[in-house]
């Protein structure tokens, strides 16, 4: 061996630290090595095996603010990348998963504390919010989070987040009152509306471009009894016609603010088995007439709607967390057509859902679906009264934010996927474009994507206002000008 590759090879080793050997020789930090169990039941916490199969050289848990402080700085010190995994629910390859680097999990920041005086909870990024629910059951408050219980808290505050009880409160990230965050120098910040109101602004859907959270202050709301359950349904035409009208009708008339949907269609190709899925949410112990009637008089096969506690509600949803699939999310907003209109465009977009999932059907173990997720007008009102948010959203149009999804079983199929998923939002722009110059769509509607939803080469910030990405682009400079979180961990990236 040369001796300049002797040199270079001593500088690398003094050089270049592993994050890894760092901390657990330079802190007390929770360290999970490969191979050991511990290591691979937290590898198991993803909601996409292909997230799974990424393997980081180790997992960090850190139990306390200054330890996740004291890992940015050793990262700090080296280039090595690394992810921030709160639930693991982002299916996203390289979001919250990372290959060879350290993943950072917030598993162990896991407080729910509820202060009845000044009706908050601090709510740390480890709980799921089926944790949250359980821990508020009983002291007749809760807060707004996620439809799903297994879904995480610090991925889903982060991106925005749609609740059951969105149409009453807004975004789950409205009502966030202050935020502990981590820096990318490693400084402590305690952000809210007054003391930093722009780093506060823009974690309100700015993904992990700031820092890593590691604890919200949440608004609690007074909570009793729910309403709500599934409705399942055979995707018959006629169904589906009715479907389609229904939550086109609920999202213009929106009858109860405490009332919420979610409406999906799933196809499981092999067997050709094409039902709908619906979500039903009431926040009171009894529907009052009318709200889901248009919903209920379509013939379903299954109902499950009953009155229960809210932490039932939301962890009972988790029965349609499937583990064990790779998955893919995307997602694409249209404004909502008219009554009139309503047949030709929202079946439309049903259709070419139908196409082009076809095209996916050799594709082993592969479900489709679409979610359409109604997002009234009094939504972007209320929103707005509470301070905003990087969305954003006006209250001209009602919209539909669609969630599509795809699973399948094995890896290697995930480039016929992507393909497919890149297809199917692609098709569901154009066609709201066509209606859009046609005029049967307000052709000057905002159509942000919803970041929670988004496929990973979708464009979030690219679709925002264009004073919201200044803000997130003047605010990235302020408190990451190295690009230290652009360059190193994965998400959505704020465009230059
Ligand atoms: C079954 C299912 C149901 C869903 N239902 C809803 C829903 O009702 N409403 C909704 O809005 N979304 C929903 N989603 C989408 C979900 O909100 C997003 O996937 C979200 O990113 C998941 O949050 P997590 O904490 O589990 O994410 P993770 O996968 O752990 O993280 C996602 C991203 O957030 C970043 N991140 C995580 N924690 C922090 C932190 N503490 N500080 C800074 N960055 C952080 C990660 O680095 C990563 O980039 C659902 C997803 C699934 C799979
Ligand atoms: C850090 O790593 C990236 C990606 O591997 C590489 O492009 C970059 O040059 C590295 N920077 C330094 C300072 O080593
Ligand atoms: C139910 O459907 C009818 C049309 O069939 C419509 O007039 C009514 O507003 C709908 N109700 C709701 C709550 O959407
Ligand atoms: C969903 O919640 C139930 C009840 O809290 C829990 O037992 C179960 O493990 C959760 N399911 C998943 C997939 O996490
Ligand atoms: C879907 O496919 C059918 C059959 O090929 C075709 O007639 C129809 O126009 C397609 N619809 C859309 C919306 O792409
Ligand atoms: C860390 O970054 C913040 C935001 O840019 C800055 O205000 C602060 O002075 C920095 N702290 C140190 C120790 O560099």
Redesign the pocket.
Known sequence: MSRALLAALALAATTVADTCDTVASQTSITILNPLTLAYTESQGEYWSTACSDLAPSCILEPETTAEVAAIVSILRDNNETFAIKSGGHNPNNYFASVEGGSQISTKSLNEVIFDPATETVRVGPGNRWDDVAAALDGTGYTVVGGRIGNVGVGGYLVGGGLSFMSAQYGWAANSVVEYTLV?A?A?ILTVSETSYPDIFMTLKGGGNNFGIVTSYLLQAYPQGDVWGGNLIFDATPENSAALLAAVRDFTEYYPDEKAAVIVTAERTLATLADIWVMFLYYNGPDVPAGVFDNFTAVPHITDTTKTQTYSELVSGNNWSVLKGQVYTIGTETTPLPSAADGPEIMGAIFDHWVNVSDTAALVPGVVASIAFQPIPKQLASIARSKGGDMLDLDADVDRIMFELDYSFLDDADYATIDTTMRDTYGGFQSIVQGYQASGMLPADAYLPLFQNDCFYPQNYFGRLRPEKLALAQQVQA??DPDGFWTERTGGFKIPA
Do not use: I
Request: hydrophobic share 40%; proline share 0%; net charge negative.
């Open positions: 820096l120098n400084t302020e408190v």
